[in-house]
């Protein structure tokens, strides 16, 4: 209890005895976010034309080529029903008229089907054009492609080095986010997307650079960990599975807090599609 005290300074702590029922509500993961006609929007006329317009076009490419040669695996996959490789749907899109269940009826018939007589019975080409509806109306409006999407998560810490507690957070710079993503630079998106503000640049930090700003940190404490002993704090409890590490107060820019919320990136020097 004094521990605790210690720790939360002027907050009361208090302990109970009792039965207890542990609840996980969702756990961080891979994602992947559809695009949007509000994201798009805020796009440079020059992004749009060589980059989103162009791939959209080249899903057309691959869409018409898949439904010409009967491939309705590359087909589904291609629409984003297939098995649970669904992507995360920003606002602004349609309902969807259909059930799940339709969906994998009607892919389960397709693929099995070796004659290619079963698309055109009604209820299953039925289904088919409403998904092929959707998929061209999301195309048109909002460029065709994925984001990765993660758990928004604060750069909190906390360990025991030789017997004594150290903990902080807040302490990379606004603007420097830790995910793992393959460019340095991009936008983080949190839906809905009501202005450009609500677009926010960052520069994703490297795990050397992480580990050089932890170190200052913690030395500013008092600790002097060593090399090895930062690198396991990084991995164990900055990198996580599916996570996206922000300061606080650029959290706020855009309404995020740490309450599981879900975030996409827009990542820089690429069209940010994923196949």
Same mark, same amino acid.
């Given at each position: ?15 109970? /005895? ?5 609840? #996980?509500?969702?756990?961080? /993961?891979?994602?992947? *976010? !559809? ?6 929007e805020h796009a440079p006329e020059e992004s749009i034309e060589l980059e989103i317009e162009r791939h959209a076009l080249e899903q057309i490419e691959k869409l018409q080529a898949a439904a010409r040669d009967g491939d309705f695996t590359e087909l589904f996959r291609l629409l984003g029903t297939s098995e649970a490789q669904r992507a995360i749907e920003g606002e602004g899109d349609p309902g969807p008229e259909y059930t799940s269940v339709e969906n994998t009826v009607v892919e389960a018939v397709l693929k099995a089907d070796a004659t290619g007589y079963m698309v055109k019975h ?5 289904? @088919? ?15 065709? *492609?994925?984001?990765? &999407? ?8 906390? *360990?025991?080095?030789?017997?004594? #507690? ?5 302490? #990379?710079?606004?603007? /420097?986010? #830790?995910?793992?993503?393959?460019? !340095?630079?991009?936008?983080?998106? /949190? ?19 992480? +580990? ?6 913690? !030395? ?12 396991? @704090? ?30 996409? +990136?827009?990542? &820089? &020097?690429?069209?940010?599609? !994923?196949?």
């Amino acid at each position: 209890m004094r521990s605790l005290r210690s720790l939360l300074g002027d907050q009361q702590a208090h302990s109970y /005895r009792g039965p207890l029922v542990l609840g #996980i509500r969702d756990v961080s /993961r891979d994602l992947q *976010f !559809r695009s949007s006609y509000t994201v798009v929007e805020h796009a440079p006329e020059e992004s749009i034309e060589l980059e989103i317009e162009r791939h959209a076009l080249e899903q057309i490419e691959k869409l018409q080529a898949a439904a010409r040669d009967g491939d309705f695996t590359e087909l589904f996959r291609l629409l984003g029903t297939s098995e649970a490789q669904r992507a995360i749907e920003g606002e602004g899109d349609p309902g969807p008229e259909y059930t799940s269940v339709e969906n994998t009826v009607v892919e389960a018939v397709l693929k099995a089907d070796a004659t290619g007589y079963m698309v055109k019975h009604p209820f299953v080409n039925k289904q @088919l054009q409403r998904l092929l509806a959707k998929w061209a109306y999301w195309v048109c409006t909002s460029g065709g *492609f994925l984001m990765p &999407g993660f758990t928004l998560a604060d750069d909190g810490y906390l *360990f025991l080095d030789q017997g004594e #507690i150290f903990w902080g957070s807040d302490w #990379i710079p606004p603007e /420097r986010t #830790i995910a793992s993503l393959t460019g !340095r630079e991009g936008l983080l998106v /949190r839906y809905p997307v009501r202005m450009k503000e609500d677009l926010l640049p960052f520069t994703n930090l490297t795990a050397r650079e992480t +580990v050089e700003l932890l170190g200052e940190q913690l !030395r500013k404490n008092g600790c002097q960990a060593t090399e090895g002993r930062l690198l396991d @704090l990084v991995d164990q409890q900055l990198s996580l599975k599916g996570t996206l590490i922000l300061h606080s107060e650029t959290a706020k820019k855009n309404g995020g807090d740490y309450d599981f919320d879900q975030v996409c +990136v827009v990542e &820089g &020097g690429e069209e940010g599609a !994923r196949d």
